[in-house]
């Protein structure tokens, strides 16, 4: 779901008393100027750049890297990225006061990204995403579901949404 303008310069609020250290969540992430840089989407299905597969392959490793982390539904579209993160610290990384948090987990991947990208284009410092994402806590299964649904759907959408433009 790409973000209005209004949310492009303002940080969504955030949920009172959540510490965004746990829990399932959905994430957007945009390309800086919105450039279909990802890839195309073609008969209702993305077909990913080299670019978009490094997005895929980061987002893959995102769980490997770090065992505290499942990745659930996700899908890279042209211009943007749309997945569910579920945090669960273990209790011996929080005895250890280690800092996590959803902002550290999408930090690292965005950064991991932007620097593969960035080599294979050969453009070091250029920006790939747009400064911030935009997150929403997943309250339940139901919420859960939806938001599967809206990932799974979302290249039909983009077609379909791109061809009313014309």
């Not at 279909?36 to 989407?41: M, N, R, Y």
């Not at 978009?52 to 996700?74: C, S």
């Not at 039909?156 to 009313?164: H, I, L, Y």
């Amino acid at each position: 779901m790409p973000l209005s303008p209004e949310l492009e310069s303002h940080r969504p609020p955030r949920l009172p008393g959540h510490a965004y250290d746990s829990g399932a969540y959905f994430v957007t992430f945009n390309t800086a100027g919105r450039v279909p840089l990802l890839g195309a989407v073609h008969g209702g299905r993305m077909e990913l750049s080299p670019e978009g597969r490094i997005v895929e392959r980061e987002w893959l490793h995102t769980m490997h890297l770090r065992t505290d982390v499942t990745t659930d539904a996700w899908v890279v579209m042209p211009d943007h990225f749309h997945g569910i993160v579920i945090l669960h610290p273990s209790p011996a990384a929080r005895a250890a006061g280690r800092t996590f948090s959803l902002g550290a987990v999408m930090a690292g991947f965005k950064a991991a990204c932007t620097s593969a990208i960035n080599r294979h284009r050969g453009t070091p410092g250029a920006a790939v995403w747009q400064s911030r994402y935009y997150d929403r806590v997943i309250h339940d299964l139901a919420a859960m579901e939806s938001i599967r649904r809206y990932i799974r759907d979302n290249p039909m959408a983009w077609e379909n949404d791109r061809s009313r433009r014309r």
